[in-house]
């Protein structure tokens, strides 16, 4: 099965990133594709067989979904492994470069929506997460 690939280049040192994208209190302002979503609450027991769960809701109540999954293998500041809990596995890069700290977000996609669209919203909430952390940290 292919992957899909989004990535982004944050301005803003590794352990930085890193703590703003594994803690809770952080997670919670960045995970969302849109200003009319938002994510409520977030939960992560940053450890191998340990779990996260992140509520995606709809600001208006109209819908919500908890998106979760199990760290199968936890690189601190360099990857992670997961195994999503519909079944798809995700890997999630970190790395150091001249312009910033790079992330990079390799998944299965699922079989309800075209890729192109997962690409286009995912790629949208690393780039929330983007905005995020530089303007936390500027």
């Known amino acids: 099965m292919a992957f899909i690939t989004v990535s982004t280049t944050i301005n803003a040192p590794l352990n930085t990133v890193w703590e703003k994208w594994t803690q809770p209190a952080h997670i919670q302002n960045w995970n969302f594709a849109s200003p009319d979503w938002h994510c409520p609450k977030a939960s992560t027991d940053l450890q191998v067989g340990g779990e ?21 293998e936890i690189n601190p500041e360099q990857s992670l492994h997961i195994f999503i809990g519909d079944g798809r596995n995700m890997q999630v ?3 150091t470069t001249e312009a910033g700290t790079k992330v990079t977000e390799h998944f299965e996609p699922e079989n309800q929506n ?13 780039d929330n997460f983007k905005s995020y952390v530089e303007s936390a940290t500027s």
């Open 52 to 72: 996260f769960h992140y509520e995606m809701a709809a600001k208006d109540g109209s819908m919500s979904f908890d998106f979760w999954g199990t760290y199968l």
């Open 93 to 95: 890069t970190f790395e």
């Open 114 to 126: 075209p890729e192109d669209m997962q690409q286009a919203g995912w790629q949208m909430i690393l």
